[in-house]
């Protein structure tokens, strides 16, 4: 917080950097200490669930906010996608589930120069009354990891090897507290990968529908007469965005490139809206 303060003040360009080299192994060690601490007090029994009422939307867009510096100057996008079934206000521990997706999110920016990095959330199985149990998977387009290594990623200070930790950071007990984290909010965790093309983790966690809310996430009515054009290269963002332009009751069409964007506003170019990746 101080180095923070301090950087706000007029400083010289070999004071800035010594105060980014301060505020940079503050924040290691402030993780490293976290992570020490909630291992202790899950390995120890003491670490309990606090289900409340949260949105699980915004909850994830906290979690990408966070992370969005690391990305904004490199080739990497962000991407998230929720089931539209799932009710936009969930009862969980949503400190918790946003602990196990900083986590998982962080670890796949810090292992991915290029491409994307998604998460999607679906339903696992149809809801009851009072159960939900809702299915994470967070994807990226990384350097993947060994097969012959993942068998002990959830083990405690483990990491895939030593020069992992020398480039990286890290104290090792990231993926194990999620895995303790998940287990005690009912679910699991899995993971797979190649090395190389990316890895995925999948989660599972149990909650409840908040009581009289079947309100679906983002209810828009749109006009059907009213047409959009989406300039997206990225296949996984046209994915998303266009089957939910499509729910709102919006004609959709979709362009991957400048001369189709170009050649579709010539000859069929009475486009209400243009969303457009600059």
Not at 98 to 120: M, P, R, S
Not at 172 to 194: D, H
Not at 244 to 265: A, G, M, Y
Request: net charge negative; charged share 25%; hydrophobic share 35%.
């Amino acid at each position: 917080g101080m180095a923070s303060l301090l950087n706000e003040t007029p400083l010289s360009k070999e004071q800035q950097e010594y105060l980014e080299a301060i505020r940079t192994s503050g924040t290691a060690l402030l993780s490293v200490i976290n992570d020490i601490l909630d291992f202790s007090k899950i390995d120890s029994g003491n670490l309990e669930i606090d289900p409340h009422s949260f949105n699980l939307r915004n909850c994830i867009e906290d979690v990408l906010e966070m992370l969005s510096e690391k990305t904004a100057t490199s080739d990497l996008d962000l991407l998230y996608e929720i089931d539209p079934c799932i009710p936009e206000e969930i009862i969980a521990d949503g400190y918790r589930i946003k602990q196990v997706l900083l986590n998982l999110v962080g670890n796949a920016v810090k292992f991915t120069t290029a491409g994307e990095v998604y998460i999607g959330v679906t339903q696992a199985r149809p809801k009851t009354e009072d159960r939900l149990i809702l299915s994470f998977e967070i994807k990226d387009t990384g350097i993947g990891i060994p097969q012959n290594k993942l068998n002990s990623l959830f083990q405690p200070f483990s990491q895939v090897d030593s020069s992992t930790t020398r480039k990286y950071g890290g104290s090792g007990l990231g993926l194990v507290i999620c895995q303790r984290l998940v287990e005690l909010m009912g679910g699991e965790i899995s993971v797979s990968s190649q090395q190389g093309k990316g890895t995925t983790f999948n989660f599972s966690i149990s909650c409840e529908p908040v009581s009289g809310d079947e309100k679906p996430s983002l209810k828009i009515e749109g006009e059907k007469s009213k047409r959009v054009l989406i300039v997206e290269p990225n296949l996984t963002e046209r994915n998303i965005l266009a089957p939910t332009l499509t729910q709102w009751n919006l004609s959709v069409v979709t362009s991957t490139s400048e001369k189709s964007t170009i050649d579709l506003l010539s000859t069929n170019g009475s486009f209400d809206l243009v969303i457009c990746d600059y």
